[in-house]
C-alpha cells in the first residue's frame, strides 16, 4: 500500500491562494481532501468523482476552494482562494474504495497522505 504523496503547504496571508498536490492515486473511485487540528475531528473539505466529475465541498470552503484530477498525472489538487485564519490545518488528501458513507466522509476513505501544514495568518 504505497502513502498519497502531497505537497504544496505553507503559509499565506489572509485573502491569499495556495494550491495543494497530492501525487500517486492508482485505481480509486474518488479524491478528497481533509484537514484536522489538534483536538477536534479531522474534517472533510472537498471530494470528487472520477467518474462524471461530481464535486463536494464542505460548507465553509464552498466557492473558495476547487478540487480537480489529473488522471493522466496520477494527481489531484486542491485549488485554495480567499483563505481565512479559519482554514489553518494541516490538511490531507485521501483515495477510497467506495465505501458508501459519503464523499466527505472519513470512514469513506483507505489511503491518506502524510499530511501538510496550511497556515492563514
Known amino acids: 500500500h504505497v502513502q498519497l504523496v502531497e505537497s504544496g503547504g505553507g503559509s499565506v496571508q489572509v485573502g491569499g491562494s495556495l494550491r495543494l498536490s497530492c501525487a500517486g492515486f492508482?485505481?480509486?473511485?474518488?479524491m478528497a481532501w481533509f484537514r484536522q487540528v489538534t483536538g477536534k475531528e479531522r474534517e472533510g473539505v472537498a471530494a470528487?468523482?472520477?467518474?462524471?466529475?461530481?464535486?463536494f465541498y464542505v460548507e465553509s470552503v464552498r466557492g473558495r476552494f476547487t478540487i480537480s484530477l489529473d488522471d493522466a498525472k496520477k494527481t489531484a489538487y486542491l485549488q485554495m482562494n480567499s483563505l481565512k485564519l479559519e482554514d489553518t490545518g494541516v490538511y490531507y488528501c485521501?483515495?477510497?474504495?467506495?465505501?458508501?458513507?459519503?464523499?466527505?466522509?472519513?470512514?469513506?476513505?483507505?489511503?491518506w497522505s502524510q499530511g501538510t501544514q496550511v497556515t492563514v495568518s
Open positions: 470528487i468523482y472520477r467518474s462524471g466529475g461530481n464535486t
Open positions: 485521501a483515495a477510497d474504495s467506495r465505501g458508501g458513507y459519503g464523499p466527505l466522509s472519513i470512514f469513506q476513505y483507505n489511503s
Open positions: 492508482g485505481d480509486t473511485y474518488g
